[in-house]
Nanobody, 121 residues
Framework: QVRLVESGGGLVQTGGSLTLSCTAS????????IGWFRQAPGKEREFVAL???????TYADSVKGRFTISRDYAMNTMYLRMSNLRPDDTAVYYC???????????????WGQGTQVTVSS
């Protein structure tokens, strides 16, 4: 059974930092495209950051320069380092991945349950 488990969410003040982790089990995600997505209350889920199997990364404009995605291939784990957090970063953050890099992230096969990030003003 393939599982993605997020951790590291919490409450932080504006300007603070958090690092989220996403650990995969049941499948080696080393060659997969994998990324972070978030959903704020009353809003649609949106793309945050993505990294391909070769290590290339892309970011949403809203997080460029503040968030960094990385992965530890040996640990089958992905991270999202978030700094200079703002109240509009408040959301449930999900990790997700797939072996098919050409598809839309909305079609990814594997999703975690999410971790809450709350940024207070």
């Amino acid at each position: 059974q393939v599982r993605l488990v997020e951790s590291g969410g919490g409450l932080v003040q504006t300007g603070g930092s958090l690092t989220l982790s996403c650990t995969a089990s049941g499948r080696d995600f080393g060659s997969h495209v994998i990324g972070w997505f978030r959903q704020a209350p009353g809003k649609e889920r949106e793309f945050v950051a993505l990294t391909s199997g070769n290590g290339g990364s892309t970011y949403a404009d809203s997080v460029k320069g503040r968030f960094t995605i990385s992965r530890d291939y040996a640990m089958n784990t992905m991270y999202l380092r978030m700094s200079n957090l703002r109240p509009d970063d408040t959301a449930v953050y999900y990790c997700a991945g797939d072996s098919r890099p050409w598809i839309s992230w909305k079609e990814f096969n594997y999703w975690g349950q999410g971790t809450q990030v709350t940024v207070s003003s």
